[in-house]
């Protein structure tokens, strides 16, 4: 609607171009109409850019969640990598322990042989000396 200042500039215009009484209302209800409308245009227009902005925010914040929620999907996923790699280290670890382990019982194992070995031949050498001797008095 149109304030009571404006519809006077309309009829002070009007009668400025000699428009007589129903030319007057004609051109003020006119001019009313053209007003009002160009009024809602602008409104429609302020409320299209508000929509439009809005949807912008909307669209900027889903970018910056996704992209938040990417974040955190990679750095779940270097963590998981993280503990992937430091379990297969681990057992590998492990597995070199239980390699050395068994390598030292084998040659544990060969230095007992050895000396076994070395003792039978100490005996097979004394008891061959003793036994050669007997038989050298005998």
């Keep these: 609607m149109l304030c009571a200042k404006e519809i006077k500039t309309?009829?002070?215009a009007g009668a400025a171009l000699r428009f007589k009484d129903d030319e007057l209302r004609e051109?003020?209800?006119?001019?009313?109409?053209?007003?009002?409308?160009?009024?809602e245009k602008?409104?429609?227009?302020e409320r299209q850019d508000n929509e439009r902005r809005e949807k912008e925010r909307e669209t900027e914040?889903?970018?910056?969640?996704?992209?938040?929620r990417d974040?955190?999907?990679?750095e779940r996923q270097k963590?998981?990598?993280?503990?992937?790699?430091?379990?297969?280290?681990?057992l590998e670890a492990e597995e070199r322990i239980k390699q050395c382990e068994f390598e030292l019982r084998?040659?544990?194992?060969?230095?007992?042989?050895?000396?076994?070995r070395i003792r039978n031949n100490s005996?097979?050498?004394?008891?061959?000396?003793t036994g050669c001797a007997n038989k050298n008095n005998s």
Excluded: H
């Design 27 to 39: 051109f003020v209800n006119t001019e009313r109409l053209r007003i009002q409308k160009e009024k």
């Design 106 to 116: 084998m040659r544990k194992l060969k230095i007992s042989a050895n000396s076994q």
């Design 61 to 68: 914040l889903q970018k910056l969640k996704s992209a938040e």
């Design 123 to 129: 005996e097979i050498r004394g008891g061959d000396s």
């Design 42 to 45: 602008n409104a429609q227009t």
């Design 79 to 90: 963590d998981k990598y993280r503990e992937t790699e430091t379990e297969r280290l681990r």
């Design 10 to 12: 309309l009829t002070e």
């Design 71 to 74: 974040k955190e999907m990679e």
